[in-house]
């Protein structure tokens, strides 16, 4: 989720505006002191969030006395924290936080998600572990963060009564960023309305929007003009050529270094055999490597479209469609609008919408 950009500083800012939020201030207050000779300095890390335009991580070294240190910081939005503990200039663990927030249903963050937040860390008395154990209040982020993080087994999705209930907090905001594809426009346009007028000047915000008004002239036929896609051999493909008479265009995102993506191939032959009369496949490809897309297909033995932007243009389908993720799913119509209201992760999503769709036709 987050792209690193490695600066040894005190403290640094970004030199682009973030509004009010960035003017505020946060601040650590720990107390160790029951392993006060375990440590006499730490490193605390502060990584942003690439996605919202924060590339900066800091990574400050403080003196702890009696085994206790404060740290005063401020951050555009949030960013991701970590702490290690030296002893004579060498690293001798790092700390696992317990946030009071979620202690009944989680256990230790290796990092947290810190906003501009007065945070207390204290020490927990427990049997020996590989990381100093702790007690951290005042977070007001980092729950949210972790409870709609998709990239955790079991995750909480976005809604817009929960957005009613936090219009302020930040880790909310960029959830919905993180779980777009589950979301309708029309749903991520509700959702964003709802959030408070400080937030609305965010860099979050303004890339969600971005998104949204991107997604938005898609589903206005966008899919059809901007269809103009290669295959492995240079030949060129527009949408009319690709939904060769059929009701359906499926678009499948993937990547040739995709596992999932490569192991999903057996069903969409199968689902390519079943429904080749209304459906036509098309997989349009993230690589950016050439030769290994160009091998893949070959490898694979698909026998409907497989295009891309390459060689010319690496970044092109990712651009055109917001795609951040594979393997994902859009099924269009013959007018090119999408017929499913949301991307899916899911191919009997689709399969799904194709049968019921045949039986009220009926």
């Known amino acids: ?159 817009k009564e929960f957005v009613k209930k936090h219009p302020n907090r930040y880790a909310v905001l960029q959830a919905i960023y993180f779980q777009k594809e589950l979301f309708s426009t029309t749903e991520i346009s509700d959702m964003l309305n709802l959030f408070s007028d400080e937030l609305k000047q965010s860099a979050t915000y303004g890339v969600l929007k971005k998104y949204l008004n991107k997604m938005i002239a898609l589903e206005k036929t966008e899919y059809a003009k901007s269809f103009k896609w290669q295959d492995i051999n240079g030949v060129s493909y527009d949408f009319k050529t690709v939904l060769a008479g059929k009701k359906y265009v499926l678009l499948v995102f993937w990547s040739s270094t995709c596992e999932t993506c490569r192991y999903q191939i057996k069903a969409l032959k199968k689902f390519q055999e079943q429904y080749i009369d209304q459906v036509s496949v098309v997989n349009l490809s993230i690589d950016s490597d050439f030769q290994k897309w160009k091998e893949a297909v070959e490898e694979e033995k698909m026998t409907w479209y497989n295009l891309s932007g390459l060689p010319n243009n690496k970044e092109a389908i990712k651009e055109v469609y917001s795609i951040s993720e594979v393997p994902q799913f859009i099924l269009l119509d013959s007018e090119s609008k999408s017929a499913i209201k949301n991307i899916t992760y899911e191919l009997f999503e689709i399969e799904n919408f194709i049968k019921l769709s045949k039986r009220i036709a009926k």
Not at 83 to 96: M, R, S
Request: with cysteine; proline share 3%; aromatic share 14%.
């Open 1 to 159: 989720m987050k792209t690193k950009t490695l600066l040894l500083l005190l403290i640094l800012f970004p030199i682009f505006s973030f509004k009010s939020y960035a003017q505020k201030q946060g601040k650590i207050t720990a107390d160790l002191s029951n392993i006060k000779n375990s440590f006499d300095h730490v490193i605390i890390k502060m990584e942003g969030f690439a996605e919202f335009g924060d590339t900066i991580t800091t990574i400050d070294t403080i003196q702890a006395k009696g085994g206790k240190f404060e740290y005063r910081f401020s951050v555009p939005e949030t960013r991701m924290t970590s702490f290690e503990l030296l002893k004579n200039n060498e690293i001798v663990t790092d700390i696992g936080i317990k946030d009071a927030m979620t202690s009944k249903e989680c256990g230790f963050f290796s990092e947290i998600c810190v906003g501009n937040e007065d945070i207390k860390i204290s020490y927990i008395n427990s049997e020996k572990a590989p990381f100093v154990k702790a007690y951290c209040e005042g977070l007001k982020e980092n729950k949210w963060y972790y409870w709609f993080d998709p990239t955790g087994i079991d995750y909480d999705r976005v809604t």
